[in-house]
């Protein structure tokens, strides 16, 4: 399976009009992956869902396992990359810092926390898929590891806390505890003293309650 960016297989376009894309496919690829489990993402059941012919799928894939490299590819350059984003954008303080990783936690577009729940399922039935949720965990915490040794903590103490800050999260969201994102909120200063030992400035909590606020109904209010 690869890892490189998802492109589209080099073919004529169908003649006629097209009912569908490359992207509704792996759309609804991703929703049943989500509901039902890698094991029901099939190209019959997809073309039903889209009210189209098997035939259109192979404009875009070479074979349904074509489709679920696509998805892996299609969720390492969404969450991973994203959270590696994240980790890397400048901030002033490492409670700020941390506030910039929390935004993959309430903002979907960012970070499709049931995509990834998805994909640690699925790698619990396929060993080529361990290992590349394994490889992307490994990004994710060199990520975080390096962002706390931007603001001075030594190596075993940044490893230590990055890996305290990305597997708690990961429990969190595997919990599935349904929390009002209020209730979260709340807790959002003890967080950040806790994960990093230093107490957030009051306009780090602030402007990050504003930014999950301005998500309306977009945010993860679990």
Same mark, same amino acid.
């Given at each position: 399976?690869?890892?490189?960016?998802?492109?589209?297989?080099?073919?004529?376009?169908?003649?006629?009009?097209?009912?569908?894309?490359?992207?509704?496919?792996?759309?609804?690829?991703?929703?049943?992956?989500?509901?039902?489990?890698?094991?029901?993402?099939?190209?019959?059941?997809?073309?039903?869902?889209?009210?189209?012919?098997?035939?259109?799928?192979?404009?875009?894939?070479?074979?349904?396992?074509?489709?679920?490299?696509?998805?892996?590819?299609?969720?390492?350059?969404?969450?991973?990359?994203?959270?590696?984003?994240?980790?890397?954008?400048?901030?002033?303080?490492?409670?700020?810092?941390?506030?910039?990783?929390?935004?993959?936690?309430?903002?979907?577009?960012?970070?499709?926390?049931?995509?990834?729940?998805?994909?640690?399922?699925?790698?619990?039935?396929?060993?080529?898929?361990?290992?590349?949720?394994?490889?992307?965990?490994?990004?994710?915490?060199?990520?975080?590891?390096?962002?706390?040794?931007?603001?001075?903590?030594?190596?075993?103490?940044?490893?230590?806390?990055?890996?305290?800050?990305?597997?708690?999260?990961?429990?969190?969201?595997?919990?599935?505890?349904?929390? =009002?994102?209020?209730?979260?909120?709340?807790?959002?200063?003890?967080?950040?003293?806790?994960?990093?030992?230093?107490?957030?400035? =009051?306009?780090?909590?602030?402007?990050?309650?504003?930014?999950?606020?301005?998500?309306?109904?977009?945010?993860?209010?679990?």
């Amino acid at each position: 399976m690869t890892t490189a960016a998802v492109t589209p297989i080099e073919k004529d376009a169908p003649a006629g009009n097209v009912k569908v894309t490359r992207d509704d496919w792996l759309r609804v690829a991703k929703d049943i992956l989500i509901s039902d489990g890698v094991d029901s993402v099939k190209v019959l059941v997809i073309g039903e869902r889209l009210k189209v012919s098997r035939s259109s799928f192979y404009w875009y894939f070479n074979s349904r396992q074509d489709l679920l490299d696509a998805l892996l590819d299609a969720w390492q350059l969404g969450n991973t990359a994203a959270l590696v984003r994240q980790a890397e954008a400048a901030a002033p303080t490492i409670t700020a810092a941390v506030c910039n990783v929390f935004r993959c936690v309430v903002n979907p577009a960012l970070f499709d926390n049931k995509l990834d729940f998805a994909v640690r399922d699925w790698a619990r039935r396929s060993g080529s898929v361990r290992r590349i949720l394994d490889q992307s965990d490994g990004r994710r915490l060199c990520a975080l590891t390096d962002m706390f040794a931007r603001y001075g903590y030594d190596e075993l103490d940044a490893v230590t806390r990055a890996r305290v800050l990305y597997f708690m999260q990961i429990g969190y969201n595997d919990a599935e505890l349904h929390e =009002p994102m209020k209730e979260r909120l709340k807790l959002l200063p003890n967080y950040l003293s806790t994960f990093t030992g230093r107490e957030p400035l =009051p306009g780090e909590v602030d402007e990050f309650i504003h930014y999950t606020r301005s998500l309306g109904g977009e945010c993860h209010d679990e």
